[in-house]
């Protein structure tokens, strides 16, 4: 693993009171696989409430922002998955090419799902320069292009040096790379980077990829059965608390 001293010593010192916020969330474990290996780990008996027990706290994350630049689907869309990723995990980048796809066409398309990615880099500098990078792609409403190319096959052996982050923002149709180039090492993508990671480190998220669905937690580049059946139980959920307040 590669990184700068600061970038490797802040989750640590993050992590070390992580145990309580999970305890507060009713998270006990969240068993998130590495970027290598053979299969994906799967989670602990531990690592999420059981089916159909979305943590209210969990719920309030999402943001629903309209104009959030890395987020697909309705602001209103009955379920919210929040992805914490990193664009060096190997892992993330299966999700990002075998089951958001299917995920986009089965449920954000019929406005059920929607997607509010958060950057979340554990891999050093080279990781947290490929953050802000799609922060700013983003800001020029080519995040989801962005998103695509950097996990492409093959794309992360290529590394995020500056040079290959602006071929990239031109693979994705940034329009404007001059403005891109300044949006990615300006105060405002640190801010948000800093944002998404701290909301994580928060609830106890340490590897990725790892999702909430609803509320709840799926560690993993899980099968796309798991995220089928996790947004058909936070549907209902959301139809039932609906429901209730009429």
Not at 92 to 108: Q, S
């Amino acid at each position: 693993m590669s990184s700068s001293s600061s970038s490797s010593r802040k989750p640590l010192l993050i992590c070390a009171g992580v145990a309580l916020a999970s305890v507060a969330f009713g998270i006990v474990s969240w068993q998130a696989t590495a970027p290598a290996g053979d299969t994906p780990a799967k989670p602990s008996s531990a690592s999420a409430p059981a089916a159909g027990t979305g943590n209210s706290e969990l719920l309030k994350l999402a943001r629903r922002e309209s104009g959030d630049k890395l987020a697909v689907g309705r602001a209103d869309a009955p379920v919210v998955l929040i992805e914490y990723s990193d664009f060096k995990c190997g892992y993330c980048g299966k999700f990002a090419r075998d089951t958001e796809p299917e995920l986009m066409k089965k449920y954000v398309e019929d406005g059920t799902l929607r997607i509010e990615w958060r950057n979340f880099p554990i891999f050093g500098a080279d990781s947290e320069a490929a953050a802000k990078a799609a922060w700013a792609a983003g800001q020029q409403d080519r995040f989801a292009a962005f998103h695509t190319a950097a996990y492409a096959e093959g794309s992360k052996e290529k590394g995020f040096g500056e040079a290959r982050l602006v071929e990239l923002a031109r693979q994705a149709g940034v329009p404007d790379l001059d403005r891109f180039t300044k949006d990615m090492a300006g105060e405002p993508a640190a801010e948000a980077l800093r944002k998404d990671q701290e909301e994580g480190y928060r609830i106890g998220v340490s590897s990725t990829p790892s999702f909430l669905v609803g509320g709840r937690p799926i560690a993993g580049a899980q099968p796309l059965d798991a995220f089928d059946a996790a947004i058909a139980e936070a549907k209902a959920q959301a139809q039932a608390a609906g429901a209730a307040k009429r």
